[in-house]
């Protein structure tokens, strides 16, 4: 079980899934969160590999309109939509694969301010790819922002995004682009 950082749901206990799913640090979530502060109010979020979803609960909790968590995982699924009960927070659990929804949410035309992109580090084709398909597929507002979290080094679409910083936490690197 971890703990929300700040906002509305600050110091509320959200569950995890017992799988191999890990969750971000507190300390990366809440620098994250207060790095994208001003963003949240009023933001469609995507937490594409949610695990927990405390990412984008983090973000609905310090003013989000509403988020979208996406997991492949039956169990992650299962704490997520128990955690948005929970919380009585505005969100929506799909389960299923990440590649699946997003082709959902291009066909509902769906319009994401923020995009996390946390996924299992072995899966490093996520990196390039998902920002890309973001920008060719209309799924990132004009101001959208994509948050990756890696460890070591991966390849990113940096050149597609007007804005980039990368921030070393431990093990765990964080990289937000901004169009």
């Known amino acids: 079980m971890i703990k929300i950082a700040g906002g509305i749901y600050r110091s509320r206990i959200i569950k995890t ?3 191999l799913t890990i ?6 979530r809440e620098a994250v969160a207060n790095a994208l502060a001003q963003d949240f109010p009023q933001a469609q979020v ?5 695990g927990s979803g405390a990412l984008a609960l983090e ?3 310090r003013g989000a ?4 968590f996406v997991d492949s995982s039956p169990a992650a699924y299962k704490v997520i939509q128990e955690n948005i009960q929970t919380l009585k927070a505005k969100g929506m659990a799909f389960c299923e694969d990440y590649q699946l929804a997003l082709s959902h949410f291009e ?9 996390f992109l ?3 580090y072995a899966m490093k084709e996520v990196y390039p790819n ?7 597929h209309g799924l990132l507002s004009s101001k959208g922002i994509v948050v990756l979290e890696f460890e070591g080094e991966v390849e990113a679409p940096v050149s597609l995004f007007s804005f980039a910083k990368r921030y070393h936490y431990g093990k765990s690197d964080v990289l937000i682009l901004r169009r």
């Open 17 to 19: 899934p017992d799988t």
């Open 23 to 28: 969750p971000t640090k507190s300390m990366v």
């Open 46 to 50: 995507l937490d594409l590999f949610a």
């Open 59 to 61: 973000a609905l909790s």
């Open 65 to 68: 309109a509403m988020s979208y």
């Open 107 to 115: 066909k509902e035309k769906k319009v994401f301010d923020i995009v």
């Open 118 to 120: 946390d996924p299992p």
């Open 130 to 136: 998902v920002p890309k398909y973001l920008l060719e």
